[in-house]
């Protein structure tokens, strides 16, 4: 069965600390760019750190460079995203997605949910 399943989740303090990782089955997972986007209450889904198939290209958004950092391990097929010096703007469930590179095939997650909050 293919499926990315995301864990990590939970209620943190301003400042805090979460990691996130991102488990993948039944498909050939390191020929898969992922991303890690987030969807705040009431808000539009956005990207937030995306690691090409082979490791080499990292991006972030703005918002969270400095802070987050994104890591994948292709042989235990997983994506980490670590979350440091979290602020309450942080609030969202958390999604992570495995593309294909140059074909329409995506893969997503379930979701967790991150709240930042004291």
């Known amino acids: 069965q293919v499926q990315l399943v995301e864990s990590g989740g939970g209620l943190v303090q301003p400042g805090g600390s979460l990691r996130l990782s991102c488990a993948a089955s039944?498909?050939?997972?390191?020929?898969?760019?992922i991303t890690w986007y987030r969807q705040p209450p009431g808000k539009e889904r956005e990207l937030v750190a995306r690691?090409?198939?082979?490791?080499?290209?990292?991006n972030y958004a703005d918002s969270v460079k400095g802070r987050f950092t994104i890591s994948r391990d292709n042989a235990k097929k997983t994506v980490t995203l670590q979350m440091n010096n979290l602020k309450p703007e942080d609030t969202a469930v958390y999604y992570c997605n495995a593309a294909l590179r140059g074909s329409s095939v995506s893969v997503w997650g379930q979701g967790t949910q991150v709240t930042v909050s004291s």
């Open positions: 039944g498909f050939f997972f390191s020929s898969y760019d």
């Open positions: 690691i090409s198939s082979a490791g080499g290209s990292i």
